[in-house]
């Protein structure tokens, strides 16, 4: 069983929008706060953004403005709107859900910003 599966990665150009999304299992999206990751070739995984399971959330500075986390807890689904895409926001993009006793990652979808 997969806990998280992302989907909704590919190439855009720049300008331009995706919306990723993460569906996970019920126990996950009854409590855990959920994160949006992403990792770029050479560099580390960073955070993009979060969201508690009441909603509140949190953005790295870099998408402030750009990037919507949304939640949707009864179809436990987590949703990354991302508008006006640079070629910086091109990386591998991972859901990740941390709870009391386990920390949680999916499998990772690409965005590619490109004209």
């Known amino acids: 069983q997969v806990d998280l599966e992302e989907s909704g990665g590919g190439l855009v150009q720049p300008g331009g929008s995706l919306r990723l999304s993460c569906a996970g299992s019920?126990?996950?999206?009854?409590?855990?706060?959920m994160h949006w990751y992403r990792q770029a070739p050479g560099e580390q995984r960073k955070l993009v953004a979060g969201i508690t399971s009441g909603g509140v959330t949190e953005y790295a500075d870099s998408v402030k403005g750009r990037f919507t986390i949304e939640r949707d807890n009864p179809r436990t689904v987590i949703y990354l709107q991302m508008n006006n895409l640079r070629s910086e926001d091109t990386a591998v993009y991972y859901c990740?859900?941390?709870?009391?006793?386990?920390?949680?990652w999916g499998q990772g979808t690409q965005v590619t910003v490109s004209s």
């Open positions: 019920p126990r996950i999206f009854r409590t855990y706060p």
């Open positions: 990740h859900a941390e709870g009391d006793m386990e920390e949680l």
